[in-house]
Structures are given as structure tokens and as C-alpha cells.
């Protein structure tokens, strides 16, 4: 018999050292890897990424507070109000910038598709003539010939219109 224990352990804490004193770190981040990795690991990019995810989601978090108070308190319409008008103000700024701004208009980027290449466009008199020359000429119709029944035999009696499955014959 084996017995698993599971060992508990204290919560390891994000330590500063600050003249012989040690605090706890506050803001999480991530410059222990630089520390460890080196400094291609965590690049400006990625810090750049971090940040702007720390600000939404500390922005989403207080917007959030904000709209419930709003609620709560019967102050919905002001809060609309505020917000809308931020939202125009903000607008009308973005495009004065980009009517100011001309920027050059480079060519799309074209990719090659893979597989077969699509086929070039037929005129209308293309499209005719090769319909015409999928049509059948009618053949004659013979009334005495009797249609076959090309219906599945059952395995067990041996019938047409059904199967095995549902034969009622008891064999």
C-alpha cells in the first residue's frame, strides 16, 4: 500500500531589498526573468504587451465599479453623458490628426493562392456553345419495355422491400 501525503508549504513572496530592510513587492513584474534569463527574453515588446494588458484590465475593473455605483445611486444618465462625451471629443481629435496627415497609398500585397489557378472568363457566346454541346438527343421511348425492379433482396427470405433487419419471415 502506497500512501501519498501532500506537503503544505507557506506562499512563496515577491521580496525587495531596501536598505537591510525587506518589503513586499506590490506591482508584479517581471524583472526576476531578466535576472535569470538574461534580457532577450522579456523585450520591450512584451513589456509594452504587459502594459497595455495591466491598463485595460485595470481600466474594465474600475469602469465595472463605476457602473454599478451609477446604478445604484440613479446617476445612469449623467454617466452616459460623461462617457459620450469623451467618445466625441476623442473622435473629432483622431480625425483632425488624420485628415492633416497624408499618407502615402502603396499597392495591396498579393499572394498566391495554391492549388489549381482559376480559369479565365468566357464570353456570353462561349458559355452558349458549350452548353449546347452537353445537351442529349431524346431517344425514342418504347411503352412495352417493363421497368426492372433494381430493389435489394433480403438475405434471409429472400424477398424485395426489405432487409434483414426488419424481415418478418421466422426461418
Not at 537591510?20 to 522579456?42: M, P, S, T, W
Not at 425514342?140 to 433494381?150: A, K
Request: glycine share 6%.
Amino acid at each position: 500500500m502506497v500512501r501519498i501525503f501532500l506537503i503544505q508549504h507557506n506562499p512563496i513572496s515577491l521580496c525587495v531589498e531596501s536598505s537591510n530592510n525587506y518589503a513586499v513587492a506590490n506591482a508584479f513584474n517581471l524583472e526576476y526573468i531578466k535576472q535569470l534569463r538574461g534580457g532577450e527574453l522579456y523585450t520591450p515588446v512584451l513589456r509594452n504587451i504587459n502594459n497595455t494588458w495591466s491598463k485595460y484590465g485595470y481600466a474594465y475593473g474600475l469602469m465595472k465599479k463605476v457602473i454599478n455605483i451609477a446604478i445604484n445611486s440613479n446617476s445612469y444618465d449623467e454617466l452616459i453623458g460623461v462617457c459620450q462625451q469623451l467618445l466625441t471629443s476623442k473622435q473629432l481629435s483622431l480625425n483632425e490628426d488624420g485628415q492633416s496627415e497624408n499618407a502615402p497609398i502603396a499597392n495591396p500585397i498579393i499572394s498566391t493562392r495554391r492549388g489549381r489557378p482559376p480559369g479565365r472568363a468566357k464570353s456570353d457566346v462561349e458559355i452558349q456553345e458549350s452548353s449546347t454541346k452537353k445537351r442529349r438527343n431524346l431517344f425514342n421511348i418504347d411503352t412495352n419495355i417493363q421497368p426492372s425492379d433494381n430493389r435489394k433482396r433480403c438475405k434471409r427470405c429472400g424477398e424485395k422491400g426489405h432487409n434483414r433487419a426488419t424481415c418478418k419471415a421466422e426461418i
